[in-house]
């Protein structure tokens, strides 16, 4: 299995970015999707939630900013970023925990980053 990062780059603050993450290879189907960003010298931040129903949850500090959402037929999850902030520069990575075929056993994969750079 492998997860694809994709839609980051250099905005202006205000602005808006949608980023990607796709996962392809031996899925049966993929429950929760997670986001995470991280900016130089800070910790891991979970910045917003999927889940296989597609209940999400968001970090206070996007919160009515960023939204998630996901399709299932293509296995891929979106998340809108609006409103950008210099602040939100990060790179940004998904997390995907999917269930395999025959075993139906859930594994953690991961994402490569995708810089998201926001300039004020």
């Known amino acids: 299995v492998q997860l694809q990062a994709c839609g980051g780059g250099l905005v202006q603050a205000g602005g808006s970015l949608r980023l990607s993450c796709a996962a392809s290879g031996n899925i049966f189907s993929i429950n929760a999707v997670r986001w995470y960003r991280q900016a130089p010298g800070k910790q891991r931040e979970l910045v917003a939630s999927i889940s296989s129903g597609g209940s999400t949850n968001y970090a206070d500090s996007v919160k009515g900013r960023f939204s998630i959402s996901r399709d299932n037929a293509k296995n891929t999850v979106y998340p809108q970023m609006n409103s950008l902030k210099p602040e939100d520069t990060a790179v940004y990575s998904c997390?995907?925990?999917?269930?395999?075929?025959?075993?139906?056993?859930?594994?953690?994969?991961w994402g490569q980053g995708t810089q998201v750079t926001v300039s004020s």
């Open positions: 997390n995907a925990f999917v269930v395999v075929p025959r075993t139906l056993y859930e594994y953690s994969y």
